[in-house]
């Protein structure tokens, strides 16, 4: 496997504050990484400075194997898809146009490419044909969480960034998301990185999960080698969170 997503030797300080101390990981490519921690410990962070939204205070981020520093932000943000809790769709487009917003960029004069994408995502992620011509406005907040999932992946993109997305939605559209979203990753191999809150989100879905506390990393692993084995008191904590739900 070659690496998605590098960390060099990454700090962030805000102020006075140092959210992320030295961060240093490798993210292969075609891992479904889920990221948990307590609030505040750097997760969104650390996802944030992957798309240059963030910039780090010191060290490298890779993405497949060029330090961002050295690329156009905007062709950066172009390549990798980003979703995020309660997504931002554009108020005054239609879904169609929603979901095409990056592909017309990038496919100008191929129309048929575009109607193509819009199709095939659109479908992939459970929305009607006939709601293409719909506004944000009129769709459940399940709806518009496809709809977002379907605009991030619309350009086919190397690596998802993923937000909370799913905690705005009640429990059962969540459950729904959630085997969608397992699908779409195994269907395309596509690497996602995925902030969650939820230590039973986090077992379900990763293919690794990164425990993070403080900015540090706690764990990097499977979900099985973490249930089995966890490396901190940290880590035990979440662990017997997960297996009082089962019980």
């Known amino acids: 496997m070659s690496t998605a997503i590098e960390f060099r030797h990454i700090r962030k300080v805000y102020g006075n504050t140092v959210i992320i101390p030295d961060l240093n990981l490798k993210i292969e490519r075609g891992e479904f990484v889920t ?24 060290g490298d981020i890779l993405v497949n194997g060029e330090n961002i520093r050295d690329k156009d932000m905007i062709e950066l943000r172009r390549s990798i898809g980003y979703v995020i809790q309660g997504n931002v769709l554009f108020p005054n487009m239609t879904i169609e146009e929603n979901i095409s917003y990056v592909p017309r960029f990038l496919n100008k004069k191929d129309k ?44 086919s993109p190397d690596i998802l960034l993923m937000d909370e997305p799913f905690g ?11 085997n969608e979203l397992m699908k779409i990753h195994r269907e395309t191999g596509i690497t996602i990185l995925f902030v969650t809150h939820d230590i039973e989100e986090a ?26 084995k966890p490396a901190t008191d940290f880590v035990k904590e979440l662990v017997n969170q997960e297996r009082s739900l089962i019980e």
């Open 35 to 58: 990221l948990i921690g307590s609030s505040g410990c750097g997760k969104t962070t650390a996802l944030k400075m992957i798309n240059g939204l963030y910039e780090a205070t010191k």
């Open 112 to 155: 048929e490419k575009i109607e193509g994408a819009v199709n095939k995502w659109m479908k992939i992620v459970g929305l009607e044909p006939s709601m293409k011509e719909r506004y944000p406005s009129e769709l459940s907040g399940g709806q518009q969480q496809r709809v977002g999932i379907a605009r991030a992946l619309a350009a």
């Open 168 to 178: 705005a939605v009640d429990a059962i559209t969540r459950r729904q998301l959630q």
């Open 203 to 228: 077992l379900k879905l990763g293919t690794k999960m990164l425990v993070m506390e403080c900015g540090e990393i706690q764990q990097y692993g499977t979900p099985a080698e973490i249930l089995r």
